[in-house]
């Protein structure tokens, strides 16, 4: 069984800084794309940003130049770098991941339980 495990969130001043990590574990054949979403309240999740083969990226345009994400294939790790905090930013992080369970399984969706950003004066 395939479990994202998230930590590194927290409460944060506007304009500064957390890093978000998320460690795929279990049976794991081959990892796709890994990747972060939010939710804030009373709004749908969006994305955040992520990661292809733990090489290509892509970014919400609202966080592009402020967050960066990194991957460590080898730890099957995703992170997420997240400075210049906005109260915008404010949500449930998750981490999603586009994982084959084993050689005879097709690519599936898994996520993490979610940590809290807060970020206030």
């Known amino acids: 069984q395939v479990q994202l495990v998230e930590s590194g969130g927290g409460l944060v001043q506007p304009g500064g800084s957390l890093r978000l990590s998320c460690a795929a574990s279990?049976?794991?054949?081959?990892?796709?794309?890994m990747g972060w979403y939010r939710q804030a309240p009373g709004k749908q999740r969006e994305l955040v940003a992520t990661i292809t083969s733990f090489v290509s990226t892509n970014y919400a345009i609202s966080v592009k130049g402020r967050f960066t994400i990194t991957g460590d294939s080898a730890e099957k790790t995703v992170y997420l770098q997240m400075n210049s905090l906005k109260p915008e930013d404010t949500a449930v992080y998750y981490c999603n991941g586009n994982i084959r369970p084993t050689l005879w399984d097709i690519f599936r969706d898994y996520w993490g339980q979610g940590t809290q950003v807060t970020v206030s004066s």
């Open positions: 279990g049976s794991i054949f081959s990892i796709n794309t």
